[in-house]
């Protein structure tokens, strides 16, 4: 296949550029390079394909690596393998999507400001909050984000967090303050969740905020309510990092009181990707929403009377002064987020209800099946959605092994916490099958 295919240029065109700008050759171009420094050989690199032969070539290179096509993923720790309608993929590949930028002229940029705006409204119904942000560049970012949040609003310089929210979130925060003047303060977990005696103990008139994640980490489900109750005892703003699935089925964390909601939005339509791009959900109540940071998308009508959409706010250091910015926050995630809201809207209330149903049967026939093999135990009573930890005699070693039979689990909570040396997090969603749950089990009982 010729390249005249794909360089638009052909010899004559050359030529007539190469005399517009009084040279000879392209070699001329490089005339101001030192000779002695110019490579004189040809480059030791493969012929040109044709595009049939650079197809098998590329596949036969990706094929060297797995995909939970070839794998059954338990792998847990803040992302998940939900299953990812066709819908999400064909709505994002349309160019007027995926090639837009900023839209800084509504105008031109209705479909754009339309697509944040509902999904602004989802991530709002979703937590129970009145408004949302147009995202953030992850989950951790969004917790770090609301510290910044509390602290303008509040005037006080300490963030109080629990132990049991995911560690890189705690350590993205702590890095995000750590030239702010904030203080942050990490309350320890019991029976993996938070140590709800500790943190009234360490919640002082002083709090900006409380934070919390529910499931947390280990994937169990924290008691809100109380956590909420000691927040407001000491005027201390409320944050809770939701798992936006899990919401399906539990309490909005706006009905215990939260007065910002942050999370990891990948779980909504977005693949595992080896790690990323994600986005980060960002929602509070009503009446911070001047201190929120990023862009808010709003309604109004044009000049015809007609719906239309805007940026009713952009807080950041580029739009206005620095001193008065919410945050130096840049690009959202606005793919990632249509990929949420595509998501939401193709699966609708009922639709999210019933994959988190799923997850909940299906992690509950995980845990009773794992309780029974030798050598495995559930260290924590507390109750889970989707996500749960065991114990195991050798944590690595386990993963390992397990991944030679297909299957894949952890990470090992030791990487994060010592103590928790060989215990490894368990992820069970909706695509998981009852074989490949009894396949887990099959080979953890091997193993033993």
């Known amino acids: 296949m010729s390249r005249a295919n794909y360089v638009p240029h052909n010899d004559a065109d050359r030529k007539a550029m190469l005399a517009s700008i009084g040279v000879k050759s392209v070699a001329d171009l490089f005339a101001d390079v030192p000779e002695q420094v110019r490579y004189k050989g040809t480059l030791d690199i493969p012929k040109g394909l044709s595009e049939p032969e650079l197809a098998s070539l590329l596949g036969k290179i990706a094929k060297k690596n797995a995909n939970t096509d070839d794998y059954a993923c338990f792998l847990g720790g803040g992302v998940y393998d939900h299953y990812v309608p066709a819908t999400v993929d064909t709505v994002l590949s349309r160019s007027e999507f995926y090639t837009a930028y900023t839209p800084y002229q509504p105008e031109v940029s209705q479909g754009t400001l339309q697509s944040i705006f509902e999904y602004q409204t989802c991530i709002c119904e979703l937590t129970g909050m009145d408004v949302s942000q147009a995202s953030m560049y992850d989950g951790a970012t969004s917790v770090a984000e609301a510290i910044l949040m509390t602290v303008s609003i509040t005037g006080k310089k300490t963030a109080v967090i629990s132990g049991a929210v995911h560690p890189d979130a705690v350590r993205t925060a702590q890095t995000y303050v750590a030239n702010a003047g904030v203080k942050v303060v990490v309350v320890p977990f019991k029976g993996g969740q938070t140590d709800t005696v500790a943190l009234e103990q360490t919640v002082t008139d002083d709090a900006a905020c409380v934070i919390v994640q529910s499931p947390n980490f280990f994937g169990c489900i924290e008691n809100l309510e109380e956590i909420g109750r000691i927040a407001k005892t000491k005027s201390a703003m409320y944050v809770v990092s939701a798992d936006p699935i899990t919401l399906g089925i539990l309490k909005t964390p706006g009905e215990f009181g939260a007065d910002i909601v942050v999370g990891e939005g990948q779980p909504l339509g977005n693949p595992l990707s080896f790690g990323g791009p994600y986005l980060g959900f960002f929602a509070c109540k009503e009446a911070y929403m001047r201190r929120i940071a990023g862009r808010v998308i709003g309604q109004t009508t044009d000049t015809r009377g007609q719906r239309a959409f805007v940026l009713t706010m952009q807080t950041r250091e580029q739009h206005i002064r620095r001193e008065k ?10 793919l990632n987020a249509l990929a949420a809201l595509v998501y ?10 019933d994959v988190a149903e799923l997850c909940l049967q299906k992690t509950a026939y995980a845990k009773k099946a794992l309780a029974k093999v030798k050598g495995v135990s559930l260290p924590f009573a507390a109750a889970t959605v989707k996500e749960f930890t065991i114990k195991v005699k050798d944590g690595p070693k386990t993963i390992r092994e397990l991944a030679k ?21 368990v992820a069970v969603t909706e695509k998981r099958t009852k074989e490949e749950i009894d396949s887990l089990a099959a080979a953890l009982e091997g193993l033993a």
Do not use: W
């Open 325 to 334: 910015a919410t945050s130096n926050i840049c690009s959202n995630e606005a």
């Open 344 to 353: 939401m809207s193709t699966m609708g209330k009922q639709g999210i209800r």
């Open 405 to 425: 039979k297909g299957i894949l689990v952890g990470p090992d909570l030791g990487r994060y916490f010592p103590e928790l040396a060989n215990h490894l997090l």
